[in-house]
Nanobody, 125 residues
Framework: QVTLVESGGGLVQAGGSLRLSCAAS????????MGWFRQCPGKDREFVAG????????YYADSVKGRFTISRDNAENTVLLQMNSLRPEDTAVYYC??????????????????WGQGTQVTVSS
């Protein structure tokens, strides 16, 4: 059983930066992918960024390309999301997700079996 714990959320002004961290305990597989999703009140959860655990290939939603960077530390089973040039529309609860096999693709929620509890990111204008 994989347990994911996110940290690093908070309140920041527009144009500022935050770094989210996701620590995965119980991750015994060296394949699959990890990703970040976000959800605003009243809206569906959406893909933000993902990374292949074996190849390190990265994937981003168009809305965050050029501003967010996802990275991983295989030895520590940790995934980071560096968020720069934040905008008010980035305000959401951010969730970390993990899977041993991204059979539906790294960007699809359906691929992910494990989810963190979420961390709030608020960007003020």
């Amino acid at each position: 059983q994989v347990t994911l714990v996110e940290s690093g959320g908070g309140l920041v002004q527009a144009g500022g930066s935050l770094r989210l961290s996701c620590a995965a305990s119980g991750r015994t597989f060296s394949s699959g992918a990890m990703g970040w999703f976000r959800q605003c009140p009243g809206k569906d959860r959406e893909f933000v960024a993902g990374i292949s655990w074996s190849s390190g290939s990265t994937y981003y939603a168009d809305s965050v390309k050029g501003r967010f960077t996802i990275s991983r530390d295989n030895a520590e089973n940790t995934v980071l999301l560096q968020m720069n040039s934040l905008r008010p529309e980035d305000t959401a609860v951010y969730y970390c997700a993990d899977t041993a096999s991204a059979r539906y693709g790294t960007t699809s929620m359906r691929s992910y079996a494990y989810w963190g509890q979420g961390t709030q990111v608020t960007v003020s204008s």
